[in-house]
């Protein structure tokens, strides 16, 4: 059996276990168990993979912390949560550039603004996100460590660390005025327009902004036209497939099946992209068919995919601007 097979039978197998095991404790977020189990299967090694968990449990935690003091302080004051969201945000940018533990410091931003908003900027809900939050992160960390350790283990070097390349200050800052630019952006149209979804608008703008602006606009271009791709092929068996399973063994093989075939089909390195569009894609969009109660409405799951075209579009054109002009001032040079 090759390598890449090996590889995406234990990843299949740690995020259907992750699923399983959340549903049957009762869960109601298994999908970020999930998203667990895809960051780590996104690194090079095992290694690599406990050294990326420790930093999402660490950023998770700090993140949870972050969240609940926010609420606090600006809970009922949207011009200040806004604020210190760009504060926070544009600290997260540019530490993501030049820090060691830039994953850290992504995660714990990405989850102080879901325990906040997703809540609806309430205290009470917001603490069952947190402890939520916390309970499906290690969830997915142990499924993935417990799968990786019995089948076709690997050595495990913790000498090794993942190379985090050190970017120049004008370029960290470059990340923190894009972050900003696409932040406030978001927040305006969101004001402004009639956004269904309460805070989700402004919470996917944020945090995937967060992830991808350090990426060139013409490779921005490549990503909004795989998320096209992977959201045709997951509505398509949503729609037609999943309500015909009944047995959790059933959902478990579907994801199974799924994620194998994306890391099957998309080993290479350069392709990095395809497994986490598809991984992520696979569970997001498929999200409501996690719960106890499973529910096939596909609304929910284009107005995702809404949110998420509409926030990339806006990223696109940021990078783009913010990349011309400081190329063409001659102020910073982008490679």
Not at 94 to 99: D, I, L, V, W
Not at 176 to 186: G, P, W
Request: aromatic residues 14%; glycine residues 6%; charged residues 10%.
């Amino acid at each position: 059996m090759t390598t890449a097979s090996i590889k995406a039978i234990k990843v299949s197998a740690s995020l259907s276990l992750a699923i399983l095991l959340a549903l049957s404790f009762g869960w109601e977020k298994p999908y970020w168990a999930a998203i667990a189990v895809i960051v780590m299967a996104t690194t090079e090694n095992y290694s690599h993979a406990l050294h990326k968990a420790r930093q999402r449990i660490i950023g998770t935690a700090s993140g949870v912390v972050l969240g609940f003091v926010l609420l606090a302080l600006f809970g009922q004051q949207r011009e200040l949560f806004l604020l210190s969201e760009l504060i926070l945000g544009g600290f997260a940018a540019y530490m993501s550039a030049r820090s060691r533990h830039a994953y850290a410091y992504r995660m714990a931003f990405i989850v102080a603004l879901i325990i906040a908003l997703a809540s609806g900027l309430s205290e009470t809900f917001s603490f069952h996100l947190a402890v939520l939050r916390v309970q499906e992160t290690l969830l997915g960390v142990i499924c993935y460590s417990l799968v990786f350790s019995l089948f076709w283990p690997e050595k495990k070097d913790p000498n090794v660390v993942p190379r985090q390349v050190i970017l120049s200050q004008a370029e960290a800052g470059l990340r923190v005025l894009k972050f900003i630019v696409v932040t406030l952006v978001s927040w305006m149209i969101w004001i402004y327009l009639p956004m269904p979804g309460g805070f989700m608008f402004p919470l996917i703008a944020a945090t995937l902004g967060l992830s991808i602006i350090e990426f060139p606009h013409h490779y921005l271009n490549k990503v909004l036209g795989l998320v096209y791709i992977w959201a045709c092929i997951v509505l398509t068996q949503y729609v037609f497939v999943l309500p015909l399973l009944d047995n959790g063994w059933q959902l478990g093989t579907f994801y199974f099946v799924n994620t194998f075939a994306v890391w099957r089909l998309f080993p290479k390195d350069n392709q990095l992209p395809m497994r986490i569009l598809g991984g992520q894609f696979l569970v997001l969009l498929t999200m409501n068919a996690q719960h106890l109660r499973p529910v096939f409405d596909i609304h929910s799951s284009l107005q995702m995919l809404l949110f998420l075209s509409v926030v990339l579009i806006i990223i696109r054109f940021v990078v783009y601007f913010v990349d011309t002009f400081f190329v063409v001032s001659g102020e910073v040079k982008i490679e």
